[in-house]
């Protein structure tokens, strides 16, 4: 096996600190071809699919990949932009938003970048990059404040997957998790508070969290756990009773029980019980996307409504609100302490010396 170098690297480079933060990933478009490609990679992760291998593989080749490309597509164009997904672009901005954040905070010889776990920028294109540009401490935040095996390990997983095909790779720091951290606490509740300023409160506030199977609970992820531990934060923060904030799961597929309750059935269901109106705030996405745009903002408020609800409204993901890029810097500030890095002068002129002598 050949191991990966560093054909741009220069001894003489200035070392520098890297923050990388990444998110679940996006199509290159919103076309069948493109969504086939980006299902087949995602849907292919064990961490993401945890049934035997080949039986997955007959499922996901013959029937998955055949029929949902097209499906999703359709969806994904009724969110596109001339930029490319909300995804995509939240992602960005935050990046670029965090790169300003953290230099106006004394950090000058900091590389802030973005990589998608699946699709594109990929996690090793980026890593490439930061490397060229002198990285050598990388600090990884994936933007998933709640930890669950399917998404924090999932990235993980690809990030040792690109330092093992590497001949060098930097000092590595990983946050797996910052659910009940208080300045996205913080952030969040006054994203929602803002919006009731401005639109007065509902019967009910639904915290929607994207679900995995209860499989993976019973075998110790501590998903449900965490996002349990943001809402009843969240309701601190508020300072609102308990009983009329409800925690659901959605985004669920295949026949497997998931974690429960289910946010559509909730939603269905809330009507019959006098619930009249309902806002949906989901804490566990960092950013809009696919899942709160379309799904939330659209398929859910027909089934309320539907059902015989009246009032249904979204407020929309952090993004790149200053408090949200506030609070993630702060995390980030946090998990960089102890280190530092300066050029190296002496490493400089030993290699300006050797060059010499060659």
Known sequence: ???????????DQADK????????????????????????????????????????????????????????A????????????????????????LQKHLTEKGYEDLVVDFAMRYGNPSVSTVIDSMISQGVRKLLVLPLYPQYSATTSASTFDAIAQDFGKRRWFPDFRFITHYHDHDAFITAASKRIQEYWDAHGKADRLVLSYHGIPKRNLLE????????????????????????????????????????????DATLKSLPGQGVKSVQVFCPGFSADCLETIEEIGVENRDYFLEA???????????NSRADHI?????????????????????RARKAAALGAKN
């Open 220 to 263: 110790g992820d501590p998903y449900f756990c965490e996002c349990h531990k943001t809402t009843r934060l969240l309701v601190e923060k508020l300072g609102v009773k308990p009983d009329l904030v409800l925690t659901t799961f959605q985004s669920r597929f295949g026949k497997q029980e998931w974690l429960k309750p289910y946010t």
């Open 17 to 72: 600190l890297g923050v990388l933060i990444t998110n679940l990933g996006t199509p290159d478009a919103p076309t069948p071809a493109a969504l086939r490609k980006y299902l087949g990679e995602f849907l292919a992760d064990p961490r993401v699919v945890e049934i035997p291998r080949v039986l997955w593989w007959l499922i996901l080749h013959g029937i998955i990949l055949r029929v949902r490309p097209a499906k999703s």
């Open 74 to 97: 359709e969806a994904y164009k009724s969110v596109w932009s001339d930029l490319g997904s909300p995804l995509l672009v939240h992602t960005r901005d935050q990046a670029e938003a």
């Open 308 to 318: 015989g609800g009246e009032r249904y409204e979204y407020i929309s993901a952090l």
């Open 326 to 346: 506030a609070a993630l810097g702060e995390i980030i500030q946090e998990n960089l302490q102890g280190w530092s890095v300066q050029p190296n002068r002496e």
């Open 1 to 11: 096996m050949k191991f990966k170098g560093s054909t741009a690297f220069r001894h």
